[in-house]
């Protein structure tokens, strides 16, 4: 009877010495990526009167960064034969870090808004060069889960009018 023991108890320290030497498998991803539909709203407001309001839309994966930029090049003369094509309009970053996750229901995320314009030239000041205004906003906040919610308010260079930012946060549907 003890033979057998014995024997059973070797063949289990040698498959157990044989299981240290191996490495474990690697984890099997937990599912697809996290994704989100991020919608933004930029509204203009000049001297309190309401003005036109941009609206953006992303679908974002998390860890990664996307980028929509809309607007117009303009030609600004650079010599007395040469222009150089300078973009105006909006330029919008949305990134969602890997770590976006602060407390349920809730996203974090990370914007990058840059606002151009060219200035219009004062009354009979057409031989001047144009004037170039921008605007740019770094914007990290968590918003709640299908709730609207405005993360940010601010005013242009010359004061003449105010950006509000608001995001619609939800769950992408694949």
């Known amino acids: 009877m003890k033979m057998p023991s014995f024997i059973l108890a070797l063949a289990l320290l040698a498959l157990a010495s044989l ?58 003369k650079s010599s007395s034969d040469q222009f150089t094509y300078v973009p105006i309009g909006f330029k ?17 995320l990370d914007l990058q808004l840059s606002i151009s314009a060219v200035v219009p030239p004062a009354s009979g000041g057409s031989a001047q060069p144009p004037v170039l205004r921008s605007t740019d906003a770094t914007i990290n906040a968590v918003v709640p889960l299908g709730t609207r919610a405005s993360v940010a308010e601010f005013n242009d260079a010359a004061g003449k009018t105010t950006y509000n930012v608001e995001v619609l946060a939800t769950p992408a549907v694949p």
């Open 92 to 108: 919008l970053t949305c990134q969602l870090p890997a770590d976006h996750s602060t407390k349920p229901g809730h996203l974090r």
């Open 19 to 76: 299981a240290l030497g191996q490495k474990p498998p690697a984890a099997a991803p937990v599912g697809p990526e996290a994704a989100f539909h991020i919608q933004v709203t930029i509204r203009d407001a000049a001297a309190g009167a309401a003005g036109p309001s941009h609206n953006f839309s992303f679908i974002v994966l998390e860890g990664s960064q996307d980028t929509i930029q809309t607007g117009d090049r303009v030609p600004v």
